[in-house]
């Protein structure tokens, strides 16, 4: 063990050494500083052996005072899969068996010390002779490293490490995007580091953020980039390598590794599943800006499909739910704007890419859908009608306004056809010639008999599937607060009574409470983005495994509050409660 005098003295000897100075500086802790900047600044053949001698005696002294966390207990770690970690910490701590440096293209590391880059940083804590064995590797080589060329394999130094595998990424111009060429570059930097790491019997691998910070990749392209290539690479090399950890700098980069790995447990729950309920509030049924049709919440796509509209000081369609009630239009006027708009919800627009991936995910499951959506979405998309309960109604049919008979429900696309030709103005109901307007749930006088069957068989579906305690996951997408009786509240209780065989996939942007999984269940995720995400989702599930793994929401757990108002919270109270 080396005594405090032996360390003074190696540290002091390296010191004039290494910076040509005969006066150290006047602490410890500034020399120590001193001698780590000019170890930095060093050529590699300036490191003589006896330098090395004297720092190895150096780094051996501070090795008690410094944590060694192993490989195998992460701790605070986020797991992808089983083999794959997200880890935010001193990766010059790690017990492991190679750990992975964003190095420059001479190979022989980072010479500026006010650099805080992450080839700095390991070099410093390995000691010189990291340096000396990368010159001579680099000799060996015959050429430098470029993007996503082969890496270099040395020993650890001094770090816990055994393995320390140097590879460059892509630097890509400041205020630039990424080529397809050095997306490819990155991604060939993972593979390499993993064939390079199983060639030399190293069983597990920590990454650090390769081609981010100074190199400008941008972080959450190359996560996604990262989470792919290694996925693949373990799926097609079964065995060689036991655990891949990706050890990420900051807050930003965590986050955007965190979101592949709540991506991919929602990926393998769903995989896992023997039932899939789909859940869809007003949040799934929109369209990407391009196409001008988010005319509930985008003034400039109302514009866009209803001038007239907007003229009349209507923003959006979610302002015109109160147009029945606006004396200023007449009654001609409103059917005129109600039959182009309900006619593109229901019939003329054509559902968003995230349906056609809900249906990949539940192709060969057991499935049903229940949606406050009106626009058909689900049935246009190719799911059996049998198999979905749209309880606030559907715009393919109309009522009459007093619901003079409990039959007064009629098809809709043909008078609104009618009325978008101009061939007639205001349609009136068949058996009491009253006006009419669509099955939409919107009072006491809102006529549920299209949907009454939907209803039982919601009830039916779900029973069994819980009496029989299969698997069963909740996809819930863009649910919110609006009507939440109809659809978030009877999803979360599902869930919870299914216990240990239920799991909760939310999918909404909202802040706070609304985007949140729900808090108390066994297995809940958010993924807090709109409906473009399922798209990743089912992507997601070609390389995910199946999996049942328990993972709380740690989201507020509003149960009890609301069952105060509500008085119950239960499923079928909500579901019965809708006829």
């Not at 909740?474 to 065989?501: H, K, L, M, Q, Y």
């Not at 729900?518 to 990743?536: F, I, M």
Request: include cysteine.
């Amino acid at each position: 063990m080396t005594s405090l005098n032996q360390y003074n003295k190696a540290l002091y000897a390296a010191l004039s050494i290494v910076s040509h100075v005969s006066k150290p500086a006047p602490t410890i802790p500034a020399c120590r500083a001193a001698l780590g900047d000019a170890l930095i600044a060093a050529p590699a053949d300036t490191l003589t052996p006896t330098l090395c001698s004297l720092v190895d005696t150096v780094l051996e002294a501070e090795k008690a005072s410094k944590p060694v966390v192993s490989a195998t207990a992460l701790p605070g770690a986020t797991f992808i899969q089983p083999d794959m970690a997200i880890w935010r910490g001193d990766i010059t701590s790690l017990k492991i068996d190679a750990i992975v440096n964003a190095a420059n293209d001479a190979g022989l590391g980072c010479f500026q010390p006010s650099h805080r880059c992450i080839d700095n940083v390991i070099h410093r804590a390995a000691g010189p002779r990291l340096r000396c064995e990368c010159k001579a590797e680099m000799k060996l080589r015959g050429h430098p490293l470029s993007a996503g060329s082969a890496p270099l394999l040395t020993a650890g130094g001094a770090l816990p490490c055994k393995k320390v595998i140097h590879v460059t990424g892509p630097c890509i111009p400041h205020g630039s995007l990424p080529t397809a060429e050095q997306t490819n570059q990155l991604r060939n930097c993972y593979t390499g580091v993993l064939a390079a790491a199983a060639a030399a019997n190293c069983r597990s691998v920590a990454f650090c953020c390769i081609g981010t910070g100074l190199f400008n990749f941008p972080s959450d392209q190359a996560a996604a980039i990262a989470v792919a290539a290694v996925q693949e690479w373990l799926k097609s090399n079964p065995g060689k390598i036991d655990l891949v950890v990706f050890d990420v700098f900051t807050q930003h980069d965590l986050a955007a590794y965190e979101s592949h790995a709540t991506l991919n447990t929602a990926a393998s729950w769903i995989k896992a599943a023997d039932a899939v309920l789909l859940v869809a509030g007003a949040g799934m049924s929109g369209y990407p800006e391009a196409t001008l049709r988010n005319v509930y919440v985008d003034p400039a796509s109302f514009r866009t499909q209803y001038p007239d509209m907007a003229k009349r000081g209507y923003k959006t369609a979610y302002e015109t739910m109160g147009l029945m009630g606006d004396e200023r239009v007449s009654e001609e006027v409103k059917w005129g704007y109600w039959a182009r708009h309900y006619a593109n919800l229901r019939f003329l627009w054509e559902p968003n890419d995230g349906y056609k991936a809900l249906k990949k995910m539940v192709e060969g499951k057991e499935h049903f859908v229940l949606t406050s959506n009106v626009d058909g979405c689900f049935e246009r998309a190719g799911f059996d009608r049998a198999k979905v309960y749209t309880p606030q109604g559907d715009c393919r049919f109309m009522q009459c306004i007093r619901a003079c008979r409990p039959d007064a429900v009629f098809e809709a696309e043909d008078e609104l056809t009618r009325i978008r030709k101009g061939e007639g103005s205001c349609p009136a109901c068949k058996h009491c010639g009253g006006r009419m307007f669509m099955n939409l749930r919107a009072g006491s006088t809102f006529l549920h008999k299209e949907y009454d069957s939907g209803n039982a068989a919601f009830e039916a579906w779900v029973a069994n599937v819980l009496t029989t305690k299969q698997k069963l996951v909740v996809i819930e997408v863009g649910s919110g607060f609006n009507t939440p009786t109809v659809t978030r509240f009877p999803a979360e209780a599902i869930v919870r009574d299914a216990g240990e065989n239920g799991a909760f996939i939310r999918v909404n942007p909202g802040q706070g409470l609304e985007g949140e999984a729900p808090g108390g269940l066994q297995r809940a995720v958010s993924l807090k983005e709109g409906w473009q995400v399922l798209d990743k989702i089912e992507e997601a599930m070609g390389g995910a495994g199946e999996g049942w793994r328990e993972k709380s929401g740690g989201g507020e757990d509003i149960t009890q509050s609301f069952m105060n108002h509500f008085g119950h919270w239960s499923w079928k109270v909500f579901i019965r409660n809708l006829k």
